[in-house]
């Protein structure tokens, strides 16, 4: 008798899926058993039933097997994402060359050269890129001079701030110098009056005749 094919889909029933299950289930840990025997191969299988029953079934240690596994699919990762992060920097290095190859065409073409190939657009393109770099070092030089400018008018104040301190300076050495010769003068007077009187009056008084 010829089984009919079985439709891969949940079976509704419960009683037919335990059934199946149970069948399934000791088919699978014997196919897992001959594996191991016959291809010398390092065999695990894990089994949890509908109600969450475990059926295990390996051919040398579980745990050392499970690490196994674990280990061998972190390195597959690990690969993959090298090899991943290696192709990002291989198409990241390409767009780069292609973005450096673009600017030195256009500085090529800024400073006059291999222009022949242009068209009409390119080299009106050319010319606006021109215009506009000339616009910016203008702005940049009036700004330069603007800045030098404003700097000279501030040290210009300052100087003559500190020349108006010096003349000031100078006046009052001037007023103070004046003074000093007027009391100078003033004092030098004041002792020729005492010497002429000193002269009329010390000694004994004379006659016209010297008698």
């Not at 094919?5 to 399934?24: C, D, G, H, L, Y």
């Not at 001959?34 to 579980?62: H, Q, T, W």
């Not at 330069?144 to 100087?159: R, V």
Request: with cysteine; glycine share 4%.
């Amino acid at each position: 008798m010829v089984r009919g094919k079985v439709e891969m889909k949940r079976i509704e029933n419960a009683s037919s899926r335990q059934v199946s299950f149970s069948k399934r289930r000791n088919g699978m840990l014997k196919k897992a058993y001959e594996l191991s025997v016959l291809c010398d191969a390092e065999v695990a299988l894990i089994i949890f039933s509908p109600k969450g029953r475990l059926y295990e079934f390996s051919s040398s240690n579980m745990q050392k097997s499970i690490q196994k596994y674990l280990e061998s699919r972190r390195n597959r990762n690990t690969g993959i994402e090298v090899e991943e992060h290696m192709q990002q920097l291989k198409n990241e290095a390409e767009l780069m060359s292609k973005k450096i190859e673009l600017l030195e065409n256009s500085h090529r073409k800024l400073l006059g050269h291999n222009l022949g190939d242009c068209s009409m657009e390119e080299l009106q393109e050319t010319e606006n890129k021109l215009e506009k770099t000339i616009n910016t070092i203008r702005s940049r030089k009036a700004q330069l001079f603007k800045e030098e400018i404003e700097k000279l008018h501030a040290k210009e104040k300052i100087l003559l701030e500190e020349n108006e301190r010096l003349l000031e300076k100078m006046e009052s050495w001037k007023t103070h110098a004046l003074e000093k010769q007027r009391e100078i003068g003033s004092y030098s007077q004041i002792t020729q009056t005492a010497e002429v009187e000193t002269e009329l009056f010390i000694g004994l008084p004379t006659t016209r005749n010297g008698r």
